[in-house]
């Protein structure tokens, strides 16, 4: 497969406050990349998206940024709740068809 | 809309056996399905795409003959794990892009378990 498993870094943030969670992506010629939040025992949820013309998409509580230059996404949950409590995948488009997940983030909401 | 469904949700099956998930888009068509594994607090690793009406495509170092895929329509892929063994067991989960998209809309995952 092309996404290395990896034991998962935790993010571990107080309810209420702002999530920022990171991704380095490897392939430069990648132009779309996606975020999706995974709950245990179920399938990964879309979140948001973003093309690689634009470096900022903002969705409702969640915002993307792109840093091609470094090869850097990142996704920011505001006021995060513990629903959002889950493991949160970035994911690059290479082009075609075919999607490269990275190693995941688990994300803790302490109430 | 773009709800992708998986069945069975669980399945426990012995050694040796063969079993069958089926991935259904439920309100859309899919031109192409994808199936991945994911292994406990692991990502999700690509085994194949499936694309309707043609041979699926498989991912270095995955079996196309125990991972027997079939996309006889455009709503619906199957997989068939033959002769499962316990290292199989893992959490299998498919995901559908709608024709003309490129967005991923993924299953609820089938978790297998190999006896």
């Known amino acids: 497969g092309e996404s290395v498993g990896l034991h998962l870094p935790t993010l571990s943030v107080q309810e209420g406050d702002n999530s920022i969670i990171n991704c380095a992506y490897s392939?430069?010629?990648?132009?779309?990349f996606i975020w999706y939040k995974q709950e245990s025992g179920k399938g990964p949820q879309f979140i948001i998206d973003i093309r690689s013309n634009m470096d900022k998409r903002q969705g409702q509580r969640v915002t993307v940024l792109l840093n091609k230059t470094v090869k850097h996404l990142s996704l920011q949950i505001a006021a995060t709740q513990p629903g959002d409590s889950a493991v949160y995948f970035c994911a690059e488009n290479p082009g075609g068809f075919k999607t490269i997940f990275g190693a995941g983030t688990r994300l803790f909401v302490k109430a | 809309g773009a709800v992708v469904s998986q069945h069975p949700s669980r399945v426990i099956c012995k050694s040796g056996t063969s079993v069958k998930i089926e991935c259904r888009s439920l309100d859309f068509q899919a031109t192409t399905m994808f199936w991945y594994r994911q292994f406990p607090k692991q990502s999700l690793m690509l085994m194949a795409t499936s694309n309707e009406g043609s041979k699926a495509t498989y991912e270095q170092g995955v079996e196309k003959d125990k991972f027997l895929i079939n996309h006889a329509s455009l709503t619906l892929s199957t997989l068939t794990v033959t002769s499962a063994h316990p290292e199989d067991s893992s959490f299998y989960i498919c995901?559908?892009?709608?024709?003309?998209?490129?967005?991923?809309?993924f299953g609820p995952g089938t978790r297998l378990t190999v006896l």
């Open positions: 392939n430069s010629a990648s132009d779309y």
């Open positions: 995901s559908a892009m709608a024709s003309g998209g490129n967005t991923q809309y």
